[in-house]
């Protein structure tokens, strides 16, 4: 979500800074030239139509809707896209500590692929559950499953971490497959 925001602000801000040059530039030629025509834009048209639109008509409250609908957007849009961290252990009043879901899944990750018979592990968390998915082709999922439960089972509890997120593990053996 945060890069949607990102991205958003992004165009909306060039959005806003050509509207602005483009202004400025009719403004200048206005200046520059009192009795010459528009630039670019053909403002003076605009300017009296909608100063002959009276802030009741249909139009208006259209206009105001959809500006006001796309504002609320924007708002839940950046107000939903925090940080999602990891909170640990506070070491001290008034000190709070987080990590990131990516630094998690590497603790997890670096212990799971060091384990006996694991050939491969992609490893995703967040605060709430931590995935693990692995491969072998020595041993079955039977075999292996229980094993890697426990050692991401005790990874999770050496780590501060103020919840216990929910492990999931999956293995993928060809063995099993036969």
């Keep these: 979500m945060r890069v949607v925001v990102r991205i ?3 165009l909306l801000g060039l959005a806003l800074a050509v509207a602005g040059g483009l202004a400025v530039l009719e403004i200048a030629w206005a200046w520059a ?3 010459d025509p528009a630039l670019l834009i053909d403002w003076p048209r605009w300017r009296d139509e909608l100063g002959s ?6 139009a208006m409250r259209v206009t105001a809707g959809v500006l006001a609908g796309v504002g609320l957007l924007l708002l839940l849009m950046a107000a939903t896209a925090r ?7 506070d070491p001290a009043e008034g000190v709070s500590v987080t990590t990131s879901p990516r630094s998690l899944a590497r ?13 491969a592990a992609s490893v995703t968390a967040s605060a ?3 995935r693990v998915r692995a491969t072998t082709r020595l041993e079955t999922e039977a075999q292996l ?3 890697l439960m426990e050692l991401v089972q005790e990874t999770v509890d050496a780590l501060p971490l103020v919840r216990r997120p929910k492990i999931s593990v999956v293995v993928d053996s060809p ?3 036969r």
Aim: hydrophobic share 30%.
């Design 175 to 177: 063995r099993d497959r």
């Design 107 to 119: 603790i997890v990750g670096f212990q799971v692929r060091s384990a006996d018979n694991v050939r």
């Design 128 to 130: 709430r559950k931590i």
């Design 145 to 147: 499953q229980p094993r």
């Design 33 to 35: 030239r009192p009795g």
């Design 83 to 89: 940080r999602k961290e990891v909170r640990l252990n």
């Design 8 to 10: 958003l602000s992004c």
């Design 53 to 58: 639109l009276p802030w009741n008509s249909t």
